[in-house]
């Protein structure tokens, strides 16, 4: 613990390495710390990512670590930091293990994980056809007999999105639909059909879905299942933080709220990527972290003043 870094970004995702480019690029001394845990790494592949379309999400990380290598102010590490201790001048990291970094600056980007529907069987087919942004993977299933897993506003919004992506898309609520007056007849008029009953298990075979089964042990053949999934903090360290949460969204009650500078509540204490987004995406995580960066790089130098 000899090191003051003027920032440590938690997380080595697509937010976390793209902060620390530009933090490398900027002579900042900066600590990478990843858990390894990215929520993508299940996917088949990173879809409507320039550059990097369809390839493994591995490769993109280990592409990104490997450019950090270049830049001599830059230093990453393996492992979990599970406190953080402010103090005066910066704060001070401990680790899973009982190591300590102190730094001027904290850049959060934990991610976020998936709660999903407890259905047997979906969990083998997570990140391939079943899945929870169908402008990452509707392109795999395209013009294929699909289905949206939800109910209520976010069951009508998602299904008729998937619409554009296939003519046969049926809506399972797994029991009453909550839907709002007018909803079921917009999906009428889109060509969805909404079945209510309650779903028990995902079939497959060689990987991918091939029907949804109902309670009743019917089932209903599918190639692709779109679910209403909810994004939950991977990591304790912004609620310990203090920083201050989004009171509410449709897909996380939980992200952090940033400004437009990507600084959090507390002082010092930055995030970007998927743990402060309600649509979480690889180029929107690859941005938010550049654009976070170059604050914290904005901020130091508004110190030395």
């Keep these: 613990m000899d090191t003051q870094w003027d920032c440590v970004v938690v997380g080595g995702g697509a937010a976390g390495l793209s902060a620390a480019l530009v933090l490398g690029r900027a002579r900042r001394r900066t600590l990478v710390v990843d858990a390894g845990e990215q929520s993508n790494l299940a996917a088949h592949g990173i879809g409507g990512l320039l550059g990097f379309d ?3 999400p591995a490769q993109l990380y280990a592409q990104g ?10 230093d990453s590490r393996q492992g979990e930091i599970t406190s953080a201790t402010p103090h005066e001048g910066g704060f001070t990291l401990g680790f899973a293990g ?3 970094e102190v730094t001027r600056r904290i850049l959060l980007a934990t991610g976020m994980r ?3 529907p407890a259905v047997p069987g979906l969990d083998a087919l997570w990140g391939r056809s079943v899945f929870a942004c169908p402008f990452c993977h ?3 299933v395209r013009d294929r007999p699909l289905a949206v897993l939800a109910r209520g506003e976010r069951a009508v919004h998602m299904a008729l999105l998937l619409s554009g992506w296939s003519d046969d898309v049926v809506v399972l609520t797994d029991g009453p639909a909550e839907f709002a007056a007018g909803d079921r007849g917009r999906l009428t008029a889109a060509g969805i059909a909404v079945d209510e009953r309650a779903v028990t298990a995902l079939e497959s075979s060689d990987g991918e879905l091939d029907a949804v089964v109902f309670a009743d042990g019917s089932r209903c053949p599918r190639r692709g299942l779109l679910v209403a999934a909810t994004l939950r903090q991977r990591s304790g360290l912004a609620a310990q933080l203090g920083v201050q949460f989004v009171a509410a969204g449709p897909v996380s009650p939980e992200a952090v709220e940033v400004d437009a500078m990507y600084r959090t509540s507390v002082p010092g204490v930055f995030a970007a990527g998927d743990i402060c987004a309600q649509m979480p995406q690889v180029a929107s995580a690859i941005a938010a972290g550049s654009a976070a960066a170059t604050s914290v790089v904005a901020s130091s130098m508004e110190e030395r003043r």
């Design 114 to 116: 998936y709660d999903l």
């Design 54 to 56: 369809g390839a493994a």
């Design 98 to 100: 009982g190591d300590r």
């Design 65 to 74: 670590r490997a450019e950090l290598t270049r830049y001599p102010s830059v």
């Design 138 to 140: 509707g392109w795999e």
